[in-house]
């Protein structure tokens, strides 16, 4: 069964890093693309990062650009976010999805398979 979990979310100041993981379970990511997307209360979930299947392309959203960066560990099934110089804007559940492509997307309606999200929290 095809499981993405995702863990490192918490509570830290502005300017404070953090760095969340996406870990599958149940199937190889070799042949995923993957993104992060983020959801903040009363907005609607918006792609924060994705990155091809090799690892080779990358893609921000504007707000993270030089913040934010994606990676990936295929022999360990994962993929990361690190973010730095948090802001309380970023403040939201952050989700990571897996879609069986070597093309990256930043596209929700591409994904289908998702994790159950885990919460970043940027306050003082």
């Known amino acids: 069964q095809l499981q993405l979990v995702e863990s490192g979310g918490g509570l830290v100041q502005p300017g404070g890093s953090l760095r969340l993981s996406c870990a599958a379970s149940?199937?190889?990511?070799?042949?995923?693309?993957i993104g992060w997307f983020r959801q903040a209360p009363g907005k609607e979930r918006e792609g924060v990062s994705c990155i091809s299947s090799s690892g080779a392309i990358r893609n921000y959203v504007d707000s993270v650009k030089g913040r934010f960066t994606i990676s990936r560990d295929n022999a360990k099934n994962t993929v990361y976010l690190q973010m730095n110089s948090l802001k309380p804007e970023d403040t939201a559940v952050y989700y990571c999805?897996?879609?069986?492509?070597?093309?990256?997307?930043?596209?929700?309606?591409?994904?289908?398979?998702w994790g159950q999200g885990t919460q970043v929290t940027v306050s003082s």
């Open positions: 149940g199937f190889t990511l070799d042949y995923y693309a």
């Open positions: 999805a897996a879609r069986r492509a070597r093309v990256v997307s930043c596209r929700e309606a591409d994904f289908g398979s």
